[in-house]
């Protein structure tokens, strides 16, 4: 896995010292020997992109308690009732950068540096025309837009003032996401973790600025959530730029990268090919969450406290199972590109052993820790108890999730999308969700928790079988 690649027929001498020493060189601080093993190239990797989950994480955790503390808690559901409309758009970008950040890999893999500056160019084009139509058209009809989804009428103005300012700003929001994710292509996953921690730090120190009004600054009222990250997002995009053209990155946004700066349809369709299924599995995912918290709703508001504190902790232990999962869809990538698609096996066991280690330690750690975890979240001893009981019903299953994932990410690096996400999807759909309604009236707020390991250990197990008899025996080459 760390051998330098050989050149493309034709390739110059520049081009190998730009986008040569794959895998070996990936996600590696400077120094860093070229022969390491598999497993730390996966953790150098790895680290700063489970640490970015986080941040992020925590970031949305704070300015939550930010908006209910400080303005109560009409601000924090105005915020809360644009969540469908933002996460219907990051879904989409997300799903774009996971095929970019595909497509990217494989250009540096094969030590062509321009073919990745293309493919960044053609995603960006996509997210910047995209995200025009949405300021242009969500800012014109954001109060009708909110009202379709049924906003109260007593948080409207205050969400429509929030939502106005989110939508406007998206050119820059998808930028900043496209980026961070496109980034991860070449092995860069350092410069992420810091533009997000300026992005979240910025956003910290402001959001609770605007509302008191300190330093001189206007009083915002809930809107100051919405201009806290923007400024976030744009500072940390303008020091992500410089630090790039600094480092000479095959990114940077320089001369080089905005030659590309144009759609070309053929990549865009490769793109496509792997961002729309992605899309559309976070969505059709989140969509089931709703119809599972509509369940969990039906018990009470204790049952609902409870729901919301399991998952702020089931959210933290599948990090690494989703890490995973990207890392070995680029690590993958790149192999493909190199011209090394025989290594793809190495790394589907790489990743199915960290996930056992991380995603494992994880779970141990919170089956041992759970009554503290719970009472992180919840006060009553009563609520706390039945908390508990629904976390050790589903906590091990998320080691089960995680290699299913893995597969999945590893299958991603070739382009092979349709079926494994047609595999989720199912998995959800056809297992997960009628398995909780059924089981919610036989055994009542348990049987839903109980749907979760059904869904995970049949997606691994439709996953595993695809992986084995048909995906292993393909001839694996580069999408273009």
Not at 262 to 269: A, N
Not at 332 to 353: E, S
């Amino acid at each position: 896995m760390s051998a330098r690649p050989a050149a493309p027929k034709g390739a110059s001498t520049a081009g190998e010292s730009e986008g040569g020493q794959v895998l070996a060189r990936t996600a590696a601080p400077k120094g860093a020997p070229a022969n390491r093993p598999l497993w730390k190239t996966f953790l150098f990797f790895l680290l700063p992109m489970l640490l970015s989950n986080v941040l992020q994480s925590l970031s949305g955790t704070v300015n939550n308690i930010y908006l209910g503390q400080m303005l109560g808690v009409h601000a924090l559901a105005a915020v809360s009732g644009f969540f469908p409309v933002m996460f219907f758009f990051i879904a989409f970008t997300i799903g774009l950068g996971a095929g970019a950040s595909v497509l990217i890999g494989q250009a540096w893999g094969a030590a062509e540096p321009e073919r990745a500056r293309a493919v960044a160019g053609t995603a960006l084009s996509v997210v910047l025309v995209f995200g025009l139509l949405v300021a242009v058209f969500g800012g014109l009809f954001t109060r009708p837009l909110l009202h379709a989804l049924g906003t109260p009428p007593d948080i409207l103005p205050d969400a429509t003032a929030y939502a106005r300012i989110i939508l406007i700003a998206m050119p820059g929001l998808f930028v900043y996401l496209l980026s961070t994710a496109m980034l991860r292509g070449v092995g860069d996953t350092m410069t992420p973790l810091y533009t997000l921690a300026i992005s979240t730090a910025t956003g910290l120190l402001l959001t609770p600025a605007l509302i008191r009004g300190w330093l001189g600054l206007p009083q915002l009222g809930v809107a100051s959530a919405a201009w806290a990250t923007v400024v976030g997002f744009v500072l940390a995009s303008l020091w992500m730029g410089l630090h790039l053209r600094r480092r000479g990155s095959p990114l940077a946004p320089n001369r080089a990268l905005l030659r590309h700066l144009r759609i070309d349809w053929q990549l865009l369709r490769a793109v496509l090919k792997v961002g729309v299924p992605t899309g559309v599995q976070m969505i059709v995912v989140s969509l089931a969450a709703v119809v599972l918290l509509s369940l969990v709703n039906g018990f009470g508001s204790a049952a609902t406290a409870a729901y919301g504190a399991v998952n702020q902790v089931i959210a933290y232990v599948q990090f690494p199972a989703i890490s995973i999962a990207i890392t070995a869809s680029v690590l993958g990538a790149q192999a493909i590109g190199a011209g090394k698609a025989d290594q793809l096996g190495r790394i589907t066991a790489t990743a199915l052993g960290m996930n056992l280690a991380l995603t494992g330690g994880l779970v141990l750690l919170a089956y041992l820790a759970s009554r503290p975890l719970m009472g992180l979240f919840i006060t009553d001893p009563a609520v706390i108890e039945v908390a508990q009981q629904l976390l050790h019903i589903m906590l091990w299953s998320l080691v089960v999730f995680g290699m299913g994932s893995a597969l999945a990410g590893v299958m991603r690096a070739s382009g092979s999308v349709l079926v494994p996400t047609a595999i989720t999807i199912g998995a959800v759909l056809l297992v997960e969700v009628p398995a909780a309604w059924w089981m919610s009236h036989r055994f009542g707020l348990k049987g839903i928790w109980m749907a979760y390991p059904m869904g995970f250990c049949a997606m691994l197990l439709m996953q595993t079988a695809y992986y084995r008899a048909i995906w292993r025996h393909k001839k694996i080459q580069r999408m273009v």
